[in-house]
């Protein structure tokens, strides 16, 4: 049944965060990209949608103090006019048929940026074999975000090793100890207990299965995680959810929030980053605060969700690992199955009847 198949997926998680690293290293793939990208890259593009792309911007978000440059994670077809030759480059598609990769494929070989590769196979594999781009090859057989710890090791490795690769060891033992953290977290949740205070699958899953779901992080850099739980209830749960650009939305937002005629409000706590400036914090905290305050009056319901213990990267994919499981509990309440998306399968065969008439 392939409920319970997402169900083995999402709790693969942190085996394949450790044995994603460990074929990484292997494939020799660090280096491979190190050896490719300049030790001076000071920005890099990468490319990717849906359960792809948030791999790219799951890591940015927990490199983002120790990335040499700055990195645009791309979802449009059309690649920005300042990406060159001298850029740094990268492509994730699972499939590796994705037209918008596909697509951003050619504009980058035409302006001689060769990017590297992460995906089970397809076009995409294709092309960059013949080219002898960096490509390294994650398990088939997957939906595409349940590879996510696949594609994390790989594309967390990747952008580490980009601009000289200094916190390519770093990534190696926070992912691993990470990895070793939700393990422990799933055998509490494979007896059916509920685990820590906040972090109970099943009582959030029933506290906002069918419900209008906003999901709330304190930092923009974080944003990404949100997105990982707005992602995961739209396909999996199949239920629209919203993100709240915190500290954006205080500025306009939640003007409307009391007009929205309910909701529930998912904040999700992540681990601070070091050095954020005392008034910075503290500005941050009031204004967070406030901004529950603000819901609360509005009559939504707020869900305050604690991270795992550990580092920050344990913490921060404590979330992640939550979000799958949620998310798969809220489609088995709602009599749903969570794997096939033939919704978002027939747009991307519209795309194809249209650009490939005769195929
Ligand atoms: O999770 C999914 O199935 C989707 O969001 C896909 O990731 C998205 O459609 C892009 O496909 P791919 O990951 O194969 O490039």
């Known amino acids: 049944m392939s409920l319970e198949r997402m169900r083995d997926w999402v709790f693969e998680l942190p085996d394949q965060i450790r044995i994603g690293l460990e074929r990484a290293e292997a494939r020799g793939w660090p280096e491979s990209i190190r050896a490719a990208t300049s030790a001076n890259a000071h920005a890099m593009f990468v490319g990717g949608m849906g359960g792809s792309a948030v791999s790219a911007r799951l890591s940015r978000a927990l490199l983002i103090d120790s990335l040499?440059?700055?990195?645009?994670?791309?979802?449009?077809?059309?690649?920005?006019?300042?990406?060159?030759g001298e850029t740094s480059a990268g492509l994730i598609s699972y499939s590796g048929e994705t037209w918008e990769v596909l697509a951003l494929w050619e504009q980058l070989a035409s302006r001689g940026a060769l990017p590297w590769v992460v995906s089970c196979g397809g076009e995409l594999a294709e092309r960059s074999?013949?080219?002898?781009?960096?490509?390294?090859?994650?398990?088939?057989?997957?939906?595409?975000?349940?590879?996510?710890?696949?594609?994390?090791?790989?594309?967390?490795?990747?952008?580490?090793?980009t601009g000289g690769g200094d916190a390519v060891p770093s990534v190696r033992s926070q992912l691993g100890e990470a990895a070793a953290a939700l393990a422990e977290e799933r055998e509490f949740w494979r007896k059916g207990s509920a685990g820590a205070a906040g972090r109970d699958p099943e009582a959030l899953a029933s506290a906002l299965a069918g419900r209008r779901v906003l999901v709330l992080v304190a930092r923009e850099s974080d944003l990404a995680l949100a997105y990982r739980w707005k992602n995961q209830f739209e396909e999996n749960a199949k239920q629209v959810t919203q993100v709240v650009a915190f500290p954006e939305a205080g500025h306009n937002e939640i003007e409307g929030w009391a007009r929205l005629g309910g909701g529930e409000v998912v904040f999700l706590e992540t681990p601070a980053r070091a050095g954020e400036p005392a008034r910075v914090a503290r500005g941050r905290d009031a204004a967070l605060e406030?901004?529950?305050?603000?819901?609360?009056?509005?009559?939504?319901?707020?869900?305050?969700?604690p991270t795992a213990p550990g580092s920050r990267w344990t913490g921060f994919l404590s979330q992640v690992f939550l979000a799958d499981f949620v998310s798969i509990r809220m489609a088995e309440q709602r009599g749903i199955d969570p794997e096939p998306v033939p919704v978002l399968g027939s747009i991307k065969d519209a795309v194809r009847r249209h650009l490939d008439p005769g195929a």
């Open 68 to 84: 040499r440059g700055s990195v645009e994670i791309g979802s449009d077809p059309h690649l920005p006019g300042w990406v060159d």
């Open 129 to 161: 074999r013949s080219t002898g781009a960096p490509h390294l090859l994650v398990p088939p057989g997957y939906a595409p975000r349940a590879a996510f710890g696949w594609l994390l090791s790989s594309v967390a490795l990747a952008l580490a090793a």
């Open 290 to 305: 406030a901004v529950l305050d603000v819901a609360r009056q509005a009559g939504l319901g707020v869900h305050r969700v």
